[in-house]
């Protein structure tokens, strides 16, 4: 009957039951997280995927100045005065 009322009192399980309780809760969360943000990292992954495909090779230091220049915007002439 001892060994019932010693069973009865010990606590020392509760512990286990507390870091089940957290790590439960936590993945819950990390699965909630992941389900609102996949859409969105799904989105900005394949408008990158588009960026980099479209992207053209250059294989020489004449096409990257061509290029750079393409990018300058347009000298503004200078006023008469």
Do not use: H, K, Q, Y
């Amino acid at each position: 009957m001892e060994r019932i009322g010693t069973f009865l009192t010990d606590d020392g399980g509760a512990a286990t039951v507390d870091w089940v309780v957290l790590t439960a809760a936590s993945v819950a969360v990390t699965l909630a997280v992941m389900g609102v943000l996949s859409d969105a990292l799904e989105a900005a992954g394949s408008n990158l995927s588009n960026t980099l495909s479209d992207m053209p090779i250059r294989t020489s230091f004449a096409e990257w100045e061509a290029f750079r220049a393409s990018l300058e915007p347009p000298a503004e002439p200078e006023p008469e005065g």
